[in-house]
């Protein structure tokens, strides 16, 4: 078989191929070309030349609705898409149309930009509120074909298809040159000696950080390197993570994005990334080079950085919608390839697209192909990329069968028997928008899960909120009410205060109201209801008690997060002050507003050093990394001392009362080193120091007393965040008492 060009007639070899692997394969000799389309009734191929000519295959080999071929000519480096030829039936949820040059869901590699124009759109878009009407669908401009061409036909009517893709009508504009396109890989890379570390979560800090953003402005790092992997991987940057102790970065979406034409306008862009569509792929964007599919490379080599150094690579992963959008968005990939198999549509409407994302789709996770191309892309990313886990953004949505979240779906299943992707750590954002998407805590086994309710209550209780001293027990010790009865450990309370969305720690202790302005949506944009507290006056001061106690606020939070049980979560720049000078929703902000601001290093230099002093304070102790939770009794017979001790700053044990007070701020915990029940990964058992936390969110100066003998005879100061750097030497005997700074921390190790 052989196929010509649209506008030549110079033949190329095509062989049957193979229906799998899915996407473009290059084994060295050739690449076979695979695509997955219920609906299809033809499939083109459409390799893509340098100046932008196009050859288009006719996929004559179906099996099990995947079209194939294998071209033994074609090499890395080769950019093509795909014409889809089907119905157009929006109502019946079919929406193909063969003047859209369609992206490879399977696509490792892409090239080019989205520049906006409307034959991205599949109706007239100064028109949309007709957008899916029926007088489109013979604008559809579908092309019928017989099976049974002759090969030596081929070239003819392949271009007298060309010429019908083209021609005038809606939705009958071509998107070739408008649009990106797929690109062909060289599989083949150098991991040399690469291990992956394997941190157990009890060992893990997390170091949540944006490709762009760590690095658009660092003096250490070249200028040509800023904003790129290659960037990301510079000594400078991994140094300072090692340095504060980090043992894992967890990075913002990294798979291929688009900007949204409507931020473009604005003269704004998507710099969180969250528009996907590229599963396999990483962004472009972010790479040095621009050859097609240097980004596959240069991601592999920072990877292997990142290992070297000790640190696991965490991706943010968003298989809960596209970068489609809704009905008005642009036909880029899925839509045009199989919109009813890759898309949840509104029941009795096929239409509409269900939305639990507010982004204007939801991924059909129910369907087995959309499901086959999710655990796909997981196991590529940890097989061919050598990532150590994932984050999964708005994963309830995936737990969605019907309409309920269920969390013993299809999609947990396949997780759960796959050998690869059950093996790495697996995070949820344990929530969506839809109805009922609130699941914190009821993920299953193999899972962890930003804890939301951590995060709300440390907030509450330094803000100084009533009724909250019991939730806040309950969060510093790992969330057991949470995640004991699915038989997982405190590690499964995946532990933070701040994120990327919302507030910075500088910004969280700074503002009452969010400031989002800059994003032209007029400040109606991000969350309202923050708890946060801006110490007296709304954003910059020079009011030194101000700064004061902001500085207090910062250091009380993060030494709350890194000494809680759980596996605690930094966002990047909050160990040196980074602020968004209150602008609580950043994702279109790709400007200094949002980068990491390097020279706040120095000026917060005592903030960093109070970071790494809290880190490794973390790492030294067993006791602040439990992997069960406390039980509040003796561990064993013999035991006088129980594993944990709740204490009122007078020394005595807590009763009911004092839980129950409202207006209680103040509370000591014992944490006892000696009372830890499960061994080493030797089988050894773990014997370590023992520590007292007192926590004063009063807004004054409290008195506390150690407690009695019984649970030590002396006691050291460790850490005092009413300290600038949290360094303080102090001895004090059992029973003396100790003053605790008003919205301050105390933590006394047992000497004696």
Known sequence: MEASESTGTTPIPVWPGSAYPLGATY????????????????????????????????????????????????VPGQRYGYRIHGPWDPSAGHRCDPSKLLLDPYGKAFDGEFDGDRSLFSYDIDAPEDAGDDEYEDAALIVETDDDIEAE????????????????????????????????????????????????????????????????????VPEELRGTYAGLAHPVIIDHLVDLGVTAIELMPVHQFMHDQTLLDK?????????????????????????????VSEFKAMVRSFHEAGIEVILDVVYNHTAEGNHLGPTISFRGIDNAAYYRLVDGDAEHYMDYTGTGNSLNARHPHTLQLIMDSL???????????????????????????????????????????????????????????????????????WNGKYRDTVRDYWRGEPATLGEFASRLTGSSDLYE????RPGASINFVIAHDGFTLHDLVSYNEKHNEANGEDNNDGESHNRSWNCGVEGPTDDPEILDLRGRQSRNILATLLLSQGTPML???????????????????????????????????????????????????????????????????????????????????????????????????????????????RGERVVGDSFLLCFNAHDEEIEFSTPNSDYADEWAVVLDTAVPTGAKDAVIKAGNSLQVESRSLVVLRRTA
């Open 571 to 681: 966002a990047h720049g909050d160990e040196m002050g980074r602020t968004q000078q209150g602008n609580n929703n950043v994702y279109c902000q790709d400007s200094e507003l949002s980068w990491m601001d390097w020279s706040l290093a120095d000026t917060n230099a005592d903030l960093v050093e109070f970071t790494k002093r809290v880190i490794a304070l973390r790492m030294k102790n067993p006791v602040f990394r439990r992997r069960r939770f406390f039980e509040g009794t003796p561990i064993r017979s013999g035991d006088q001392t129980r594993d944990i001790a709740w204490l009122t700053p007078s020394g005595e044990e807590m009763t009911p009362e004092d839980w129950d007070s409202g207006f209680g701020k103040s509370l000591a915990v014992f944490l006892n080193g000696e009372g830890i029940p499960e061994p080493n990964h």
């Open 485 to 488: 009865a699915t038989g997982r």
């Open 379 to 449: 196991r590529y990313w940890v097989t061919e990329m050598h990532v150590d886990g994932f984050r999964f953004d708005l994963a309830s949505t995936l737990a969605r069968e019907l309409h309920d979240v269920d969390r013993l779906s299809a999609f947990f299943d396949l997780v759960q028997q796959d050998p690869i992707v059950s093996q790495v750590k697996l995070i949820a954002e344990p929530w969506d928008i839809g109805e009922g998407g609130y699941q914190v805590g009821n993920f299953p086994g193999l899972w962890t899960e």
């Open 153 to 220: 036909d081929a070239g003819d009517a392949l271009e007298a298809e060309a010429e019908d893709d083209s021609a005038p009508g809606l939705p009958g504009h071509d998107s070739l040159g408008h649009t990106m396109t797929t690109v062909v890989i060289n599989p083949f890379f150098d991991w040399a000696a690469d291990r992956a570390p394997k941190h157990p979560y009890h060992d893990t800090v997390i170091y949540e950080a944006h490709v762009k953003g760590m690095t658009a402005t660092h003096p250490g």
């Open 27 to 74: 084994d060295g000799a050739g690449t076979n070309f695979s695509l997955f389309s219920e609906v299809a009734e033809a499939v083109d191929l459409c390799l893509i030349a340098k100046d932008g000519t196009e050859t288009r295959v006719r996929l004559d080999e179906v099996d099990g609705y995947v079209w194939h071929a294998y071209l033994p000519t074609v």
């Open 267 to 295: 003269g704004l862009r998507n710099y969180w990334g969250y528009n996907t569509f590229g599963f396999l792929a990483p962004h472009t964007g972010y790479s040095s080079a621009e050859k097609p599919g240097a980004a």
